[in-house]
């Protein structure tokens, strides 16, 4: 994912980064395949539910800055989506032709055109964009990235035009609506110790960085990160059910104290 995602910002013009809208819809077109939209599945989308650090979080506002601040500090990779029901906002259009040859003369013909209008679900272009300008170091090294869910409509040069729903993004684990974190499955344990917790501790020196300085510090002192989250998951892991009783506050009062003396 780390190879596609440089290709991707690779790709994005110059002159775009000075406008996050551009930067957003670059990074849909690029993820874009015509005729790959109806998939419910990802290419490796299996393995990266299967593996018990890969977290897939879909967010309908998009507040991605706190999500990614602290969910990458327990996951090896951080997986962001809108989900198919935030607000749709059109991308571009992509068209392509099949020649095809005439057996009988052995001449190439003019084949069908097929045309696709596409967008994403996207409920502010401008913080997406921003969210991934300034996430560009983590997102270029693997630890995070975002799955856009598209809707389309195809037409072919002189025939019909089909419309199909929104893509749906299976990698996700939770979802958050209205402030709470819902688990469609309730089968994922380990990852539920991690995420509940993560997104609830209090941690004022995360919360008082920026996501650029966040990315920036975060791939700067890598070993230093590696060696937190270690930490951090098995000081949630250790927890165990007091993090589903009332000593669950208590419990994570206790790790800030001890993360505020380590820092």
């Known amino acids: 994912m780390a190879r596609q995602m440089r290709k991707i910002y690779n790709r994005i013009p110059p002159g775009s980064r000075n406008d996050p809208v551009a930067v957003a819809k670059s990074y849909a077109e690029h993820l874009f395949e015509p005729g790959g939209f109806r998939r419910t599945e990802i290419l490796g989308e299996r393995r990266l539910i299967n593996k018990s650090f890969n977290i897939g979080l879909q967010d309908e506002i998009g507040n991605f800055e706190q999500l990614t601040k602290r969910a990458v500090l327990v996951s090896d990779t951080l997986l962001l989506s809108h989900g198919p029901h935030a607000p749709y906002c059109h991308v571009g259009v992509k068209s392509q032709t ?33 969210w991934l300008l300034e996430a560009e170091p983590i997102i270029r090294a693997g630890l995070a990235w975002y799955l856009p869910s598209y809707t389309a409509s195809t037409e072919y040069t002189g025939a019909s035009r089909r419309s ?14 209205g402030g709470r974190l819902i688990d469609p499955s309730e089968s994922r344990p380990v990852k539920d110790r991690l995420v509940r917790p993560v997104l609830e501790i209090d941690l004022p020196f995360i919360d008082g960085v920026t996501m650029g300085d966040f990315s920036k510090i975060t791939i700067d002192e890598f070993d230093s990160y590696k060696g937190f989250r270690g930490f951090l998951r098995t000081s949630f892991l250790s927890m165990g059910d007091a993090l589903n009783s009332e000593q669950s506050q208590i419990e994570l009062t206790k790790l800030r104290l001890e993360i505020e003396d380590q820092c």
């Open 98 to 130: 099949d020649d095809t040859t005439d057996f009988d003369t052995g001449r190439p013909q003019q084949g069908t055109t097929r045309t696709d209008h596409y967008g994403i679900h996207c409920p502010d272009m401008t913080a997406l964009g921003t």
């Open 164 to 177: 199909y729903p929104p893509s749906r993004v299976s990698a996700v684990d939770y979802i958050i609506r």
